[in-house]
């Protein structure tokens, strides 16, 4: 039998960091001379910030020196880790450390496949960290995602098959990253936005644990 490895985006996922971003982008716009929209905002979830930025800037219409650019990614990223320093435990998104819990008890691998950089400091803040056994994040990958890099990656940590992976995401990307990789694709959030994935969910409100064993039991058997 196989073993059975799980992993978890981030943002959207576990935690709902995108308003935050969203926050800090806003005030780079502003500073800029442009608005920014929350609709607009929805083009950077799982996009690297690197890639957020020059969407920016196309939105602005803004034409950067590379020293411009480097200073509104230090810029951006400071204001974001001011919203990040004042989150606890709060923050998780409903029934994840339902899910956590249910996997640890069964000794399930679990880790994070996540695009940002500021995954460790996040999971520390809102108290998860010590349920991953690896965090995959923006600092270890070359390739974003749709790449399936990041997801690979992280089976290849936890010691598992690709084909026996689940992966839980909210990002059209990271869906078919997951789907490249040969996993299995549960999408968290619109289901008609998400409609690559395998599965789908509003949230993990909807997921019960017998579902969680089907997941195990069916992967299992791979
Ligand atoms: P950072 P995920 C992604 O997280 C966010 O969805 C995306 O909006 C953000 O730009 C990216 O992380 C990079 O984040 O600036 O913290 O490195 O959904 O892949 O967990
Ligand atoms: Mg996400």
Redesign the pocket.
């Known amino acids: 039998m196989e073993k059975v490895g799980f992993i978890f985006?981030?943002?959207?996922?576990i935690v709902d960091?995108?308003k935050y971003?969203y926050l800090a982008w806003r005030k780079l716009a502003n500073e800029l001379g442009f608005e920014f929209s929350e609709e607009q905002n929805e083009l950077?979830?799982?996009?690297?910030?690197k890639r957020?930025l020059e969407i920016l800037l196309d939105i602005g219409e803004i034409n950067a020196t590379q020293e411009q650019f480097d200073s509104w990614m230090i810029g951006k990223?400071l204001d974001?880790l001011a919203y990040i320093e004042k989150m606890d435990a709060n923050e998780i998104l409903p029934d994840v450390p339902r899910v956590l819990d249910f996997l640890k008890k069964k000794n399930v691998p679990i880790a994070l496949g996540?695009?940002?950089?500021?995954?460790r400091p996040i999971l520390e803040k809102v108290n998860l960290i010590s349920y991953f056994d690896s965090i995959v994040d923006?600092n270890s990958v070359t390739k974003a995602?749709p790449d399936p890099e990041v997801f690979l990656i992280a089976a290849n940590n936890l010691g598992v098959n690709a084909s026996s992976c689940v992966v839980f995401e909210?990002?059209v990307a990271?869906i078919q990253a997951a789907n490249r990789a040969k996993m299995t694709s549960v999408g968290i959030g619109e289901s008609n936005i998400l409609d690559e994935a395998a599965y789908n969910f509003k949230d993990f409100t909807e997921i019960s644990n017998s579902f969680l064993e089907f997941l195990l039991n069916n992967n299992q058997n791979k």
């Open positions: 985006d981030l943002d959207g996922v960091t995108a971003h950077f979830k799982g996009v690297s910030r957020c990223n974001y996540s695009a940002s950089k500021n995954a923006g995602k909210d990002a990271g």
